[in-house]
């Protein structure tokens, strides 16, 4: 039983395989810079990389590529050997709670709230074209990253600004990396030996993207992203939260509302402060005494820690905080600072484990968990539809 998972982007689109009986990734990949002169697909198989150049002028032909590859590697013949293709949806908007079967319906559903991620959903909905003109007969299911998120209580997912801009508009918070938060929470719960339902958990998911959630037994009732992945911590090229007088105040100077969304999206975060976006060489220049580097690193883990602080005054109580994604996987040092002074909530890091990247790195004292789980979207959507596809 196969699925083959699909993340498309405008120029992109990320992949992997799945045997769903040993939940074995066959093969994941990548084609990039899709329309452009010159395109790169690269892919790993059997402990093997492989990178090759060439020339891919859409969606359509990259699926070709990505196919062909499938067949001469001998991972699959035809696309009627696959049990369904998952795609990855950024914005459901609030139409769709959970997976769900792609037909006309919900893919115009889907078109028409692509307003509300106008650089992540029309890329999505190009893979969903793609791979339905390619596979026209196999079951396409979407996986929404906001999903997860629908769970939210009203006095938490909305905003205090005039309701008609709710109705009328669906100006609310939605959130983000649903996918990666509940996969990594059901972890949890597997390693603390508890069903999910019966626990109450904080998830940090840190990539250059980041956001924070709330889980309580197994529900997310509140994270960081709001209605675009703009809000929140910190993060590579984002500023997250900030004062929203400050965009009236640069207008007013003259700055258009192109040039400041670009520059909150693009030139904030880590970048704005310090010029990196790449949490190791912003570590690396904060180790040899850059200052701006210093600065970034100390607010971006400051940040985490009050979303940490009032996460746990929503929950009441906490049985683990995870640290997920590329920095919350590897970076040791993040973990340690933003778990600092933190033992009158009953958090307390044991460095040794920390540094070494162990599973728990909590002390026996600690009243609460401190878990690194590594992150599988792709498995959690090739999982998503497959029980889709199953009626479940």
Known sequence: ??????????????????????KAALITGLIERIGEQASVHSYHVDSHDSKLDMLIDTHQQGLTVI???????????????????????????????????????VLANIKQISN??????????????????????????????????QTMPAYAYQYAVPQAWYIENGVRRYGFHGTSHFYVAKQAAVYLHKPLDALNLITLHLGNGASVTAISQ?????????????????????????????????????????????????????????????????QKKAAAGDE??????????????????AYSAVLGRVDAIIFTGGIGENAADIRQACCADLSFMGIEVDKQANQQGDYNISTDNS?????????????????????CVQGQ
């Open 67 to 105: 196919f062909n590859a499938l067949s001469e590697l001998g991972l699959i013949e035809t696309s009627t050997e696959l049990m369904c293709i998952g795609h990855r949806v950024v914005h459901g908007g609030e139409y769709f709670h959970q997976p769900t079967l792609i037909d006309e319906q």
């Open 218 to 282: 197994g529900k997310s009732v509140d994270t960081s992203m709001g209605m675009t992945p703009l809000e929140g911590v910190m993060m590579g090229t984002r500023s997250g939260d900030l004062d929203p007088a400050i965009i009236f105040y640069l207008q007013r100077l003259g700055f258009s509302a192109e040039k400041i969304e670009k520059a909150l999206n693009k030139e904030s975060g880590l970048k704005g402060i310090c010029n990196e976006n790449d949490m190791r060489a912003v």
């Open 367 to 387: 009243r609460v968990k401190v878990l690194v789980i590594a992150t599988n979207e792709e498995l959690e959507i090739a999982e998503q539809a497959m029980l």
């Open 1 to 22: 039983m196969k699925i083959l998972v699909l993340n498309s982007g405008s120029s992109s689109i990320k992949y992997a395989l799945f045997e769903m009986q040993s």
């Open 116 to 149: 509300l991620a106008p650089l992540h959903n029309p890329a999505n909905i190009m893979g969903i074209e793609a791979a339905t003109a390619y596979a026209e007969n196999i079951p396409q299911v979407a996986i929404f990253d906001t999903a997860f998120h």
């Open 292 to 309: 701006s580097a210093q600065l970034a690193l100390a607010m971006y883990s400051y940040r985490l820690k009050k979303y940490m602080g």
